[in-house]
């Protein structure tokens, strides 16, 4: 298969050419509950999680953006029912991530709260072999008292312990929405583009420089973008002709042709 390319097709045609365990890492989202009109493309969630299982390494992961839309006073739960197919399909549910919005889209959601955020479902074939995470510091790096419970209450340890300086982030990630997102004002003439710097820090968590990332429904063509720029390989699924188009226009001012390669 070639690299650095979008096949325009069904992402489930595109699944079934690849050869087994190819995949370090999937970032995408899906077009769910028919919420946006992607030119009425559907998808079938059953072949794409099991296509996804057979074609992604083991300690790969899949890391899969949804949402679930309310209809008649009801929520629609296709995230979970999502979660739930890749789960059977073989996948550990490794974490259920939240991708918070700062600035959600102004609605009236009635007697509801506004609606600010997505799942990030972190899917992986077994542990995960790859993980580099977000940190952030911590304000008191002092040395502290080590100390153990016991039976006879606390029992000071000889050695003191220096404070790390450092810590994970939490698994909620917030980002600008809309025209902040991006700089390619282009990328926007698609209606669900990923924020970049969400993409920048999943694909940082879980792949090192030369892993090959793949987005089944590549849209705009956010990762493709972001993941040359991180110094990875890539390969892309977009059912819209019209979307191909614009995200190898998008594409076009980052790519080094250089880079394209076959499998
Ligand atoms: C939520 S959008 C993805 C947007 C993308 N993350 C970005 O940053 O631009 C989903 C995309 O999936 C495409 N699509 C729908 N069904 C598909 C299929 N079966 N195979 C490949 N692409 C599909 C739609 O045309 C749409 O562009």
Not at 48 to 66: E, H, N, S, Y
Not at 82 to 90: V, W
Not at 205 to 211: E, F, K, R, S
Request: aromatic share 12%; net charge neutral; glycine share 6%.
């Amino acid at each position: 298969m070639e690299l650095s390319k979008i096949y325009h097709e069904n992402c489930v045609e595109t699944l079934s050419r690849m050869p087994d365990d190819l995949l370090n890492m999937t970032i995408t989202s899906p077009p769910y509950d028919d919420l946006r009109d992607y030119n009425g493309y559907h998808f079938p969630v059953e072949d794409i999680a099991a296509g996804l299982f057979a074609k992604t390494k083991p300690g790969g992961v899949v890391i899969w953006v949804v949402g679930d839309r309310t209809v008649g006073g009801n929520e629609t739960l296709t995230s979970f029912r999502h979660a739930i197919t890749f789960q059977e399909a073989g996948f550990n549910v490794h974490d259920t991530m939240i991708y918070a919005k700062n600035n959600p889209i102004p609605s009236d959601c009635g007697k509801r709260y506004r609606q600010s955020f997505e799942y990030m479902f972190c899917f992986s074939k077994g542990q995960p072999a790859t993980f580099n995470p977000i940190t952030q510091p911590i304000k008191q790096g002092k040395a502290f008292k080590s100390f153990r419970i016991t039976k006879v209450g606390r029992n000071d340890l000889a050695h003191d312990h220096v404070a790390p300086k450092e810590r994970k982030v939490n698994n909620i990630f917030y980002y600008n929405v809309g025209t902040s997102s991006s700089r390619d004002k282009i990328a926007f003439e698609h209606p669900a583009i990923f924020p970049e710097q969400l993409v920048e820090d999943q694909i940082n968590t879980w792949t090192n420089v030369g892993d090959l990332v793949y987005d089944c429904f590549m849209g705009s063509g956010t990762t493709a973008k972001v993941a040359h720029l991180l110094e990875r390989r890539w390969i892309g699924s977009e059912i819209s002709a019209d979307y191909v188009a614009l995200a190898q226009k998008r594409l076009a001012g980052v790519i080094d042709k250089k880079l394209s390669a076959s499998l």
